[in-house]
């Protein structure tokens, strides 16, 4: 067992150093810079979108209901649906019905249905932390629905809505792995070409796991600093109002 | 415009379906419940832990929680054969998705660690608790409505997760779809109705989580 050991680590070492060479590296950068691409194609389309489909959601009147019901189910069942299983639907339909699309755009189509219906979860999950008097106050001044958006409520929900948004971005910076399985030359789909040619898994998809990690960790810590500073200001904002509020209330009575 | 669907084709499929439908459950089943011990000790771990056992826990969850779960599948699937660990694709999957939710699971139960103020237990031994009586109406109720929704939550996106399982020949839903989307080349359909029973799955899954959230823990969540 022990010199079995010894042996599989003398072929690693053998094989790192053919490994790790210059055009290799070239070679995985540009596959990691796919992946990057891919989540910021995608999830931008998918904020965008989203964006759109929580004002949809949110018409008023009996006349858009089935606008709203349709939003409703949009989110309710692409939430579902597994990335894997979206992304070989929409491949076969895209293919299927003659369509012309590259891979890259496939992959692309599927993550902005996916990240659209999570993202759009997220955006209302931040419009509704702002209070309901907000709206009436607006709409009082005879603000329309999209100056209300615009002037009252975004301004103050977007400190809610962005750490999870990208939170989820970071999230699928890692979920577009799968994309790998429709033949896109992304970070994963790198590691198999190195293992089929023989490298070591340990080598291979370890080095690809180590560049993923690279990829996704800054990424996480920001995240967390976003998330810190947004609080910090958000009871910074809290404390001007109540300083705000008070000579108001003065001057009231 | 090329394409025409055939539904009947694909609906025949359906009971074959359900039997992978059911394998993707008790493959998340057994992979959350593995992934809550592994995260249940992690937090533990982390919160009752020596400063190395803490480190050693922050790496591990550090590193599964930044790294996609289909390379440390791979990883995992193409690397133990190396050292002569020959696992079945569904073990390896399952060993896979432990580790991985173990790392996520870790997070979320060290919030319900933390939730437990330390002078409730005070008062429940001022009022002459014993530990076993702290743990039942103190200890764990705090826990279980703090972590109750996340677990829950946690449990659907592992339903869907599983889906990754299918890529190493783990017959579930995904898995059995592309079986026999290979045989009879009618994917869109095969597809569709995949996505629907993943739908109606975890749909279910949920209703049956607020239930039981509902009545065992008093919790009302919102699941999903």
């Not at chain 1, 070492?13 to 910021?40: C, G, H, K, S």
């Not at chain 1, 019905?97 to 997220?122: K, M, N, P, R």
Request: aromatic fraction near 16%.
């Amino acid at each position: 067992m022990y010199e079995g050991f010894l042996d599989i680590f003398d072929v690693f070492l053998e094989q790192a150093a053919e490994f790790y060479v210059w055009d290799n590296a070239v070679y995985l950068f540009r596959a990691m810079m796919t992946t990057l691409f891919m989540t910021i194609v995608g999830c931008g389309l998918g904020f965008v979108f989203g964006m759109i489909l929580i004002y949809l959601r949110k018409t008023p009147g009996l006349i858009f209901l089935p606008v709203r019901l349709a939003m409703i189910f949009y989110v309710e069942i692409f939430r579902r649906v597994p990335f894997l299983v979206l992304l070989f639907l929409v491949m076969f339909t895209v293919k299927g019905f003659g369509l012309d699309y590259s891979l890259f755009t496939i992959a692309c189509i599927s993550i902005v249905i996916i990240s659209t219906a999570f993202i759009g979860e997220i955006i209302r999950g931040g419009l509704d932390s702002v209070h309901q008097t907000q709206w009436d106050t607006a709409a009082a001044m005879n603000f329309s629905r999209l100056q209300t958006l615009r002037h009252v409520i975004l301004p103050q929900a977007w400190k809610v809505v962005l750490p999870p948004a990208f939170a989820f971005f970071v999230m699928f910076i890692k979920d577009t792995a799968l994309t790998s399985q429709v033949g896109i030359l992304e970070l994963t789909q790198a590691g198999k070409y190195y293992n089929n040619l023989g490298y070591s898994a340990i080598l291979s998809f370890g080095t690809v796991l180590l560049l993923y990690f690279v990829l996704s960790y800054p990424m996480t810590r920001l995240g967390w600093w976003i998330e810190a500073r947004l609080r910090d200001r958000r009871r910074d904002d809290d404390d001007e109002l109540e300083i705000g509020v008070t000579p108001y209330e003065l001057r009231r009575t | 415009m090329n394409y025409t669907f055939q539904w009947g084709e694909a609906f025949i499929e359906v009971p074959y379906l359900l039997g992978g439908a059911w394998i993707t459950l008790h493959l998340s089943f057994i992979g959350f419940w593995s992934g809550a011990t592994i995260g249940l000790f992690g937090a533990l771990g982390k919160t009752y832990g020596g400063p190395l056992t803490v480190k050693l826990i922050n790496w591990y969850v550090i590193f599964f929680t930044n790294t996609p779960g289909l390379v440390t599948a791979f990883f995992i699937f193409f690397g133990l054969p190396e050292f002569g660990i020959l696992l079945s694709p569904y073990h390896t999957i399952l060993l896979n998705i432990a580790l991985n939710s173990g790392a996520y699971m870790t997070e979320i139960m060290r919030g319900g660690f933390v939730s437990v103020h330390k002078t409730e237990l005070e008062a429940a031994e001022t009022m002459g608790f014993t530990l076993l009586q702290q743990l039942r109406y103190v200890i764990v109720p705090h826990i279980a409505k703090v972590l109750f929704a996340p677990l829950s939550n946690w449990y659907i996106w592992m339903i869907l997760g599983t889906a990754m399982a299918a890529i190493f020949g783990v017959e579930e839903l995904t898995g059995r779809v592309f079986n026999r989307a290979a045989e009879t080349f009618r994917s869109i359909e095969l597809y569709t109705i995949a996505a629907g029973m993943y739908v109606a799955i975890t749909i279910l899954a949920s209703a049956i989580l607020v239930v039981i959230g509902r009545w065992a823990f008093r919790v009302k969540v919102k699941v999903f």
